[in-house]
């Protein structure tokens, strides 16, 4: 069994963005020849998550106002984690209800996403606005991984 | 290292509903011979989710409630995800909570689930009002990989 | 492909907790050898969590007071679950919040945590009051598995 990793890099322009991720995974899983297996997708990142859900704009403006409103308002000065000069608290709060990763199963070559073909998807916060930057992009790599029992391949992407 | 993969399919009456689904998947653990490995159970839906904790009857209705009153009220006009037609923006946003899948080391033989022997639990939510009705039972199936060092086992349900 | 289980134990000294495991899964990814593969931490509790994020004491309290106010309150009294006589409803629905274990990918012989280098954690409650007592240790095992194409190696955690 052998491991494939492959760290996938996408830019945002806003502070936060969801990104569908599927194609650029499925593409791995079809570069890697994986027949049964495993695909970990990992954020590699704490303010950043992977989930699986429906490409629906009107859900993606739901997941975003939800996170903002119910989950955890982005307000800096409400967080102890901000007074070390960062500003987005927030996030990790968010990363942490959505979470860092997801592991799908692979089946007979394919990502095995359930008969609705949900989408992976990859909502992501940028860092310090010092930094970066209101409007300025910043790149991302979330990660993959990817196994199956002849050979197990590993995909990574990594968040920057 | 071979992949064992297997469909559970569940029927439930309500539009919420908490099943315990730790006997299937152990069956299956069992029946796939996998000594020492990686078992994982993915809702393969987007409006439902998988989780590890207790099955006692206040928990599960704590947690029913919690899902309407903390996480994600039902409130469908409430949701932009609403205007295509559904009905369950409510239901992504409580999957994405609780999330889309377990992974559960396999040791021995066994689920390993830890000392107080926690339960397997799959909380799921009927697909559209119009076409299934109130009341009306409908099928889901979750999804379960086992993997071990001889041979890889994927036993996967998808949710229908 | 061959399997590595470990169970580690951690003692808690308050109800809610969070403890930085990294170096111990580290020392586990060190001994099994596994040069690319896959870790899986396990609370193994269903009162407890395990997750990524900045070990960051400002975010630290960040996380117990969001969890406290905005997730669920302890207040015994408002779940149903406190009426068979534990008190911990609240750290159920927490750790349904956070989640009950991460999978990272080991790449090049090391947990593969994203460059920004965040921390596996692991925030615990105790178990009953009336067992434990306010202030008095409890033991805890989380649980990591390791796989790699070689030999899959698990190290294993239980939370009891």
């Known amino acids: 069994m052998k491991a494939h990793t492959h760290y996938?890099?996408?830019t945002t322009k806003q502070r936060q963005e969801i990104i569908d991720i599927t194609e650029q995974v499925a593409e791995q899983?079809?570069?890697?020849?994986?027949?049964?297996?495993?695909?970990?997708?990992?954020?590699m990142h704490i303010t950043a998550?992977?989930?699986?859900?429906?490409?629906e704009a009107g859900l993606w403006a739901d997941i975003l106002k939800?996170?903002?409103?119910?989950?955890?308002?982005?307000?800096?000065?409400?967080?102890?984690?901000?007074?070390?000069?960062?500003?987005?608290?927030?996030?990790?709060?968010?990363?942490?209800?959505?979470?860092h990763e997801v592991i799908v199963p692979i089946t007979g070559g394919r990502l095995d996403l359930g008969p609705h073909e949900p989408r992976l998807a990859h909502p992501l916060s940028a860092p310090l606005t010092g930094s970066v930057g209101e409007g300025v992009p910043c790149h991302h790599q979330p990660a993959?991984?990817?196994?199956?029992?002849?050979?197990?391949?590993?995909?990574?992407?990594s968040l920057l």
Not at 34 to 40: K, T
């Open 29 to 43: 899983v079809q570069e890697s020849g994986v027949a049964e297996g495993l695909a970990l997708v990992s954020a």
């Open 49 to 55: 998550s992977v989930f699986v859900n429906d490409h």
């Open 144 to 157: 993959l991984i990817l196994t199956d029992p002849e050979h197990r391949l590993i995909v990574a992407f």
């Open 66 to 99: 939800w996170l903002e409103t119910t989950i955890a308002p982005w307000d800096p000065k409400r967080y102890r984690h901000n007074e070390t000069g960062e500003d987005n608290a927030a996030a990790h709060l968010r990363s942490l209800t959505i979470g």
């Open 8 to 10: 996938l890099w996408f």
